[in-house]
């Protein structure tokens, strides 16, 4: 489990699976392997599982803790939630001790004060709900749940997030809308100030109304760029798009703006998907970013 201290703020990360995930070649549909040669780290065993040829893939709550507030940022794939289709097969059925992880961090799922999604796919909502008598309950009763008005708006329209990526609509449905029915949600705009010091931004592409979290706390900061970037190795690639990214153009954008924030401010990069230790700093150079693991910031392991 690992802590990080960003002001007066702990961030921990809850573990729902640490696994091989998808081939680079499928997931990034500009890839070139000559990309191992650009930083010795992005061939790491942390981020490269060699024996499959792919990428490490960690599915993760960033949680902030702080006073009296419990805050869930994303919250994974879920149990019992049935995802046949091929490419999400990964995430079908599953039955992880991701709650037992939460509580080995001290909290119990009625602690949570709020939960946070940078968007609504189908790895960032899971545990938005669980399965009681068969109904999909949500998972922090006592929780708000903070959703992008953009980003709910897309899933909801006609035209929207349905024609895209049509699996992701049952995830709509089994992980979303019971939480809007049991009236837990606050839908923010961008540049909301959710509370002092953390704040949400519209950071779209990925999805039409992708956000990410920035959090500043004494002199540090932190961002919590959802799947403005899912590996390490498009900090060094900008232009590489995930294949499940809507607008290539906004997408891109998104991204570089992400890593200036990070290396202008020096704020801790918190993705949701980096192998260990799942953060780090950015560096930019002449002629693009490079990445530094924040392997000396975790304060427990
Ligand atoms: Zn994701």
Redesign the pocket.
Known sequence: MSTFKVGSHFVTRIEEMLTPGFLPEFLFPDFDKRVFLQAKLLAAPRFWHAESGKVMSSMHSWMIRKDRHVILIDTGCGNDKSRALPIFQRFHQLHLPYLDNLLAAGVKPEDVTMVICTHL?V??VGWNTRLVNGQWVPTFPNARYIFSRREFEHWQSPTGGGITLPENMAVIADSVLPIVAAGLVDFVDDGAQILPGLYFEDAPGHTAGHGMIKLESDRDAAVFPG?SL?QPMQVYMTDWNSRFCESADQARTTRRAVLDYCSDRKALLLP??FGAPHGGYITRHATGYGFKPADDLVVSG
């Open positions: 796919h790895d960032h799947d899912h949701a998907h």
